[in-house]
């Protein structure tokens, strides 16, 4: 029960990784989950599946596009006015951009909007909390990012830039607000067996032939453990990040990708 009584803010809540970061969240003992997306259709599913595992956590649904500032100002205000206060924020939101452009055919195209999202969009609602957690003390934000940014991937160009200027950012974020408490770390996803790969793989199967097992086996080649993580089991340890047993820990990063790329 790593995040016993915490309540955890969660942007980007979609059918991969954001609801189960909720889900989890809500598995590891968070008081109160508050769910944030554009789509009220994802909010009331992210709800129903937290309310089905019987779990004495409650949710709280804000719909916010994070690009808007006022949004994630209104986000962080009803989180407080709810629960009295904001313990954690797990930024997921993101724009991938068009996986199948590249940089010789597509040039930077859409770059804009994608940076719009990931970039800008993230930290405007990352200063809302940030400034919420150093009025009340502390508290912990991670910013969820990619293995694209070690391990370029085709096609990835506009999306990696992104998550590398964010990754720099978080760096500032967290030596300006250490001295109050609040912690500021990234966690880098790989490959994640999910919806949103499965999908992804099932395109690619109808477009170029490869079955699905056949992808499947050639990314899980590349994995020294064997298979692609489950978006389940990556979330959990983006949580580690907010919880207690990362006190110590702010400005770091986190590879999660069962060892498919090794930081010397």
């Not at 804009?112 to 009340?136: D, R, Y």
């Not at 934000?141 to 990696?160: E, F, H």
């Amino acid at each position: 029960m790593i995040l016993k009584n915490k309540v955890v803010v969660i942007s980007g809540i979609g059918p991969g990784l954001g609801v189960k970061l909720a889900i989890e969240a809500a598995r590891a003992g968070a008081r109160g989950v508050v769910l944030a997306a554009r789509s009220m259709a994802k909010l009331d599913d992210a709800q129903l599946r937290i309310n089905a595992l019987q779990l004495p956590c409650e949710v709280l649904k804000v719909p916010t596009d994070i690009l808007d500032p006022d949004q994630c100002r209104n986000l962080v205000e009803q989180t407080v006015a709810h629960f009295g206060h904001l313990d954690c924020l797990v930024n997921s939101a993101y724009n991938p951009g068009n996986v199948m452009d590249n940089l010789q055919n597509a040039g930077t195209q859409g770059w804009q909007e994608i940076f719009q999202t990931n970039v800008f969009g993230t930290m405007n609602l990352a200063l809302e909390a940030a400034k919420q957690m150093k009025l009340q003390g502390g508290g912990a934000m991670v910013m969820i990012n990619s293995l694209v940014t070690r391990k370029p991937l085709v096609g990835q160009g506009g999306y990696a830039a992104s998550k590398g200027a964010l990754a720099t950012a978080v760096k500032y974020l967290a030596q300006e607000y250490a001295p109050f408490g609040v912690r500021v770390n990234t966690a880098a996803m790989g490959w994640m067996w999910g919806t949103p790969v499965e999908q992804y793989m099932q395109h690619i199967e109808r477009e170029q032939g490869v079955s699905v097992q056949e992808q499947v086996s050639a990314v899980s080649v590349n994995i020294p453990m064997g298979h692609i993580p489950t978006d389940d089991d990556c979330a959990k340890g983006a949580l580690f990040l907010v919880s207690d047993y990362a006190k110590a820990i702010t400005g770091a990063w986190l590879d999660i990708n069962g060892g498919e790329f090794m930081a010397p």
